[in-house]
């Protein structure tokens, strides 16, 4: 059985990211296709699901910082979303039942409600896959939409404990003595090195919280998220993340297989489902108008609401609670199953066409932007640095401390990252905060100041996103990148971008001009 799934999971995702579609896309049709086959999913599937959402949520926490949940942006956002959300869509369901849709006719107002809010929460499996294709995690929509869905995962742990009678036990209050301990966990992360003790570490204190909180009677999933939180400081947090990645998405095919394997639909079945999908634009919609409110730029508040624009597997979690209660009957955890596929479909196709949309229908969008602009959007350009360095990971620092050597002062770094920009400020290197992949960004500034930009970027999509952005400024200066293999190089020389480096040849040539500074002149001269 195992080799079936993991064939057709193989298969599918091929298939999918051959016509320029994410692979989860794929294992969610191979989930359905073993479905129909006659196949069940058996108990490993289950479990690779649950390890995969685990290590998310863990991998998100380490990503996290605690004042971003406090912004207004992200409680209130996401509070009022849900208020507006549940009413509003109410009415449209009821509405809908009056031209007698077989099933969603017959339901009386407490189901509606009940389905309503199943739909309300966005897919985190869904938006941060998204966001890392798309390389987009620490850009500030990026952020924004994981905070949101933060806050929804919040709730949905409330729901929980409400809906199933599972009372957090009375010692629970015990496990604040484990803030104390962070000095010592802290050393042994340092302690574990740099080889695979660091992913085994990962999954100890991932799954380690998850038992804990389990133990006390809370939903082991958040205990999963807080740990993560809770170690995102350390100077380890994003090599943790990165060692776990290839599990995590190994894992996550699981989550998207048992979707497919929850129950074989009918054609009624899927029509409704898809009616259910027309909701989605009531959801982008709402997102839309309250962050533009909250005095957020209109590229964000599309690119977030685009993002959120789906529906969860929270829903499926609802739908099957209620419908073992006796609430819910089961052809809807079908139908949920459903919708929550196809709006993972929709959003995943959308996406890709969201920053050039935006890009050529900025002014309808803009046009929505209150005037107060956050200070996260205000940008001082340093005017007397015409060299900018964008990403100021390990390769980007290599290169502004190279330049600040050659050129002075005529260098800045620029990070999405407002912590590492704080960081570097504070060890004298001229940094600012500023996500290059947003086009008002570049249209701020003066970039007849600007003779060179260097893309210090991991991601080829990345790169791309910017560069595009940078071309249709007029942008007269250079661009180079970096890129780890030859087709990529290529791929970039051919988008424009004027020097592109392989990243491992240039580290030999590096390496090996660096050493032969170790030997005289003269002795280099007698070798030959």
Partial sequence: MEFIWIGFAFICGLLTKLISLPPSIGYLAAGFILNFLGYQADSMVTVLADIGITLMLFTIGLKLNIKDLVKPEVWFGSLSHSVLWLLSTLVILKCIALIAIPLISDLDLATS??????????????????????????????????GILVMQDVIAVMFLVVA??????PWVALLLLFIPLKPYINKAIDKAGHGELIPLMGFFLAFGAYELFELFHVKGDLGALLVGMYLASHSKASEITKSLLSFKDLFLIGFFLSIGFTALPTMEMFAIASVLTLLLPVKFLLFFFILVKLNLRGRTA??????????????????????????????????????????????????NFAHDYFANNKEKFKR?????????????????????????????????????????????????????????????????????EDADFWESMDLSKIELILLALPSVQDIMNITSQIKRTN???????????????????????????????????????????LIKPVQVLKAN
Avoid at 116 to 135: I, N, P, Q, R, Y
Avoid at 409 to 421: A, E, I, S
Wanted: some cysteine.
């Fill in 164 to 169: 199933t009678g599972k009372v957090p036990s």
């Fill in 302 to 351: 599309f690119l977030s609401a685009l993002a959120l624009s789906n529906f969860s597997e929270f829903g499926l979690i609802v739908a099957a609670l209620s419908s073992k209660s006796g609430w819910l009957s089961s052809e809807w955890l079908v139908i949920l199953s459903l919708a929550v596929s196809l709006s993972f479909i929709i959003t995943n196709i959308l996406y």
């Fill in 368 to 436: 929505f932007e209150s005037k107060k602009r956050l200070a996260e959007d205000n940008f001082v350009q340093p005017c007397e640095a015409p060299i900018a360095i964008v990403g100021m990971g390990r390769v980007g620092m290599g290169a502004y401390k190279a330049l600040n050597i050659q050129v002075g002062k005529k260098v800045w770094g620029l990070d999405t990252d407002k912590d590492k920009v704080q960081w570097l400020i504070e060890n004298d290197i001229q940094a600012y905060l500023g996500d290059a």
């Fill in 475 to 517: 942008y007269q200066g250079k661009i180079a990148a970096i890129a780890r293999y030859d087709d990529e190089r290529m791929a970039l020389e051919s988008y424009g971008v004027d020097k592109v480096f392989n990243f491992y040849n240039e580290a030999g040539v590096g390496f090996a001009e660096e050493s032969l500074g």
């Fill in 113 to 146: 409600a009940l389905i309503v809010f199943a739909l309300s929460f966005s897919s985190t499996v869904c938006v941060v896959k998204l966001m890392e294709d798309h390389g987009e995690m620490r850009t500030r929509h990026g952020k924004l939409a994981v």
